[in-house]
């Protein structure tokens, strides 16, 4: 996606907030890459697109991908190009978003989700400049700055080997990371009103009348996990039902409804009978040790505990059961026969296990 040149609106008023975006447009002067790290909704998208119109490349082109919604294939393609017939369907030359972004911005958003073959080539372009198009063999040269986001640590991410150390030391020239809204309580209502006097507009209503106390403690209580854009989906929700029910010039929210699945008919998971699940419990429930009772004995009772619930668990398949306690056949016949546990009914595909 290429973007024209428009600095994004950033609400809000706590310092935590306020700290970020200062981070952010002191950053955006350098001609250095930039990590933005953040839970989900908490508006790296917004951050990022700041950086870029804040920068010295504000009237270069602003390029965004998201490495979430490709393949390993497709996103290669979509960052480097690809020649004709570098695969089956490439039937013309394609320019990758790096060219695309030449003397601007790339904007990988949910850069984590890349994969190693992918960030080996980013790795060389971050450092040298230069990449080859899928299929071609002319190294191509570009100039571009570029800015990451993600909801995950990259430093677990390195030690679990999803991400590569080398390519995170270049990025990571300055991180910030994101507040999440329950951490910035106080721009709740700055934002549910910035968001709401927006759709009232949408609604063709000349203005807002506000949200009742009722309504305002709510938004305020909720913890928030989509932040911020949670919040406008929740606004914005609410304030087209109160439009079907007003009643005067003004618009105004006086309920919320937090889930939009709310509802006396929502669909509820099936249940097991009250005997099956009495069984059940009662196949699972261990044993507790017994005072003045033998460790072979306890031990006894707790195999027959083991057996009856795999043989349970399989429709009294003795194959099956053997496999899901990690026995061979023989064992489990063998186990059977010990504790007098026979099938109660032999398939025909097995024979029932006999007395050892």
Known sequence: MQHSASLPALVGQSPEFLLALDQISRAAGLDRPLLIIGERGTGKELMAARAHFLSPRWSGNYVVVNCASLSETLLESELFGHEAGAFTGANAQLKGRFERADGGTLFLDEIASASLRVQEKILRIVEYGEFERLGGHETIR????????????????VGRGTFRADLLDRLAFEVVTLPPLRARWEDIPVLAQHFATQMVRELGQERFGGFSMDAMRILMKHHWPGNVRELKNVVERNV???????????????????????????????????????????LEALPEPKAGQSFADQVNRFER?????????????????????????DQMRHYIGKHKLAPKRATQSEPEPGPQ
């Open 142 to 157: 570009c100039d571009v700055r570029l800015l990451g986001a993600t909801n995950l640590d990259l430093q677990e991410e």
């Open 240 to 282: 087209h039902r109160a439009k079907a029910q007003q009643v005067s010039d003004v618009l105004t929210v006086d309920e919320i409804q937090l889930d939009p699945f709310a509802s006396p008919w929502r669909p509820r998971p099936v249940e097991t009978s009250a005997p099956e699940r009495k069984s059940t419990l009662a």
């Open 305 to 329: 505990i083991l057996l009856r619930r795999a043989m349970s668990g399989h429709h009294q398949h003795t194959g099956n059961a053997a496999k899901s306690l990690q026995l061979t056949y």
